[in-house]
């Protein structure tokens, strides 16, 4: 049978920790609905042009995934937080009403005001993802912790294969007939396809809660381990000051546990992490920190070089779900053909999740993160030519990016855990997340302020400098802060 090692002594079934990173891969599942949102949005602007606020445009409604970002980032650091507080479980639980009541909202919203409808299909959509995106990771990492880069690619997936079946559920259930835009306008104006628009939130509310239901039963902490962190030895932790001070006072033979004190202990691990405390029966407490706390990765450099990264990547990422649709529709009619795009777009970024997951065990940081930003540039300048090619070079070119792409989000959970270590990892992945806090509303902006100036190219162009910004960064990172191996 296949085992999983947890710390240095505990050995359970592997297909324990694996029904831990189906529920968590099940829960982000549910969180991959805002990738279907480019999807939506043409939909969603049409039903508001005709019946709520005549004028509204897709690059309004742009604002619905800049505000959703902005969202998650406002609150991931809240999330990791109550998750070191409560469990993860409870937050992943609370996550999940949240995302509910923003569904539920929304079938409302829309049929009032554009800015209710961001911010509660937005912002609120953006404030459970942020509580529900990592607390089913760091449970999954505690199963796995040699694969946290495998892991992470899998429970990632969820939001690709989320992407899929949304995707596929709004175009089935809104324009099953495959209605063609209006040429003129640019817009749908078939009245029994946009009648059904408010209650398709109602339909994606009551297929999330099946999955979320079934996900949250499978989360289960490991269980009690000698840790790593508990694992070094006495004569180690007798090389602090602290442990120097008992050996000047304490007779040579002086029993500590099961170690005989002597005179000279070997020092493995010389670690100023090292904190060692004498209990009332002359037994050292000890403990080896192999960690950082958030406070003090607010003090390296590499914590705002991976905020930088996702500053910037966030920012094409961002770009290419809002517009893909967009973008396509202004040469390409077929409706159902570009819901298709996306339904296989959303398949490979799940499938790029995993496979750039196994890639992250096993090559550094900086050349995936190297190779990530180079192809993006390559593609996003290129993706311009496809209004000159058949429409199956833009699908070829849409599902590259997707497939690309996913590579960041299985980076970046790894990094963060193997440059400050898993004890915090959910805070301090919610705070390098904090720049999605930035990133949203600004790619929002900038989509709405500078499209009618240069249009779907321009912006390709300028969106393409931010890959760029990441590829320099990355020379300035280090590596990990507590001695674990590079990656």
């Given amino acids: 049978m296949a085992v999983t090692e947890i710390g240095d002594s505990v050995r359970i079934p592997a297909w324990r920790g694996w029904l831990v990173v189906f529920g968590g891969t099940l829960i982000h599942f549910t969180l991959g609905v805002v990738y279907s949102y480019g999807n939506l949005i043409p939909y969603l602007a049409s039903y508001m042009d005709a019946y709520v606020a005549p004028g509204t445009r897709t690059k309004d409604l742009v604002w619905l995934l800049g505000c959703s970002s902005l969202g998650m980032g406002s609150t991931m650091v809240l999330g990791g937080m109550l998750a070191h507080k409560l469990t993860p479980k409870i937050v992943s639980l609370i996550g999940f009403g949240t995302l509910m009541t923003a569904f539920v909202t929304s079938s409302f919203a829309v049929q009032y005001s554009v800015l209710l409808l961001i911010i509660f299909g937005g912002v609120i959509q953006g404030i459970s993802t942020g509580l529900s995106y990592m607390p089913p990771m760091s449970l999954a990492m505690q199963w796995f912790p040699g694969r946290k880069g495998l892991i992470s690619g899998c429970i990632t997936s969820g939001f690709g294969f989320g992407a899929f079946l949304f995707t596929n559920v709004e175009t089935l259930y809104l ?207 290129t993706w311009t030519l496809t209004p000159h090619l058949p429409k199956e070079a833009y699908a070829i070119f849409v599902w590259v990016l997707y497939f690309t792409e996913a590579a960041h989000m299985s980076l970046m959970p790894a990094v963060v855990a193997a440059t400050f270590g898993t004890e915090h990892v959910s805070t301090i992945y919610g705070l390098v997340a904090t720049a999605c806090i930035v990133n949203g509303p600004f790619i929002s902006a900038l989509i709405q302020v500078l499209y009618p100036h240069i249009g779907w190219t321009g912006l390709c162009y300028v969106v393409s400098g931010f890959a760029v910004t990441t590829f320099f960064t990355t020379f300035l990172y280090r590596g990990s802060h507590i001695g674990q191996r590079r990656i």
């Avoid at 495959?178 to 003129?184: E, M, P, Q, V, Y």
Wanted: aromatic residues 12%; positive net charge; contains cysteine.
């Fill in 175 to 381: 324009n099953p007939n495959n209605t063609k835009i209006n040429a003129t306008t640019g817009y749908f104006d078939d009245p029994q396809l946009l009648n059904r628009v408010p209650s398709l939130f109602l339909v994606l509310a009551a297929i999330m809660a099946v999955l979320q239901v079934v996900g949250w039963l499978l989360l289960k902490p490991a269980p009690n381990q000698v840790d790593k962190k508990l694992s070094l030895t006495i004569d180690t932790a007798l090389c602090t000051p602290y442990g120097s001070k008992i050996l000047s006072t304490a007779p040579n033979g002086t029993q500590f546990g099961s170690k005989t004190l002597s005179p000279e202990p070997e020092c493995k691990d010389p670690s100023p992490s090292v904190a060692v405390a004498l209990l009332s029966n002359g037994t050292p407490k000890h403990k080896h920190v192999d960690y950082l706390t958030p406070r003090e990765s607010l003090k390296t450099r590499e914590f705002y070089i991976l905020w930088i990264a996702m500053f910037c990547n966030s920012n094409f990422i961002g770009f290419i779900a809002s517009v893909y649709k967009a973008f396509g529709q202004t040469f390409i009619e077929d409706d159902q053909f570009l819901a298709l795009v996306g339904s296989i777009a959303a398949i490979l970024n799940s499938a790029g999740r995993i496979c750039w997951g196994f890639a992250v065990d096993r090559f550094q940081y900086k050349h995936i993160m190297w190779f990530l930003t180079s192809a993006i540039t390559v593609l996003l300048c």
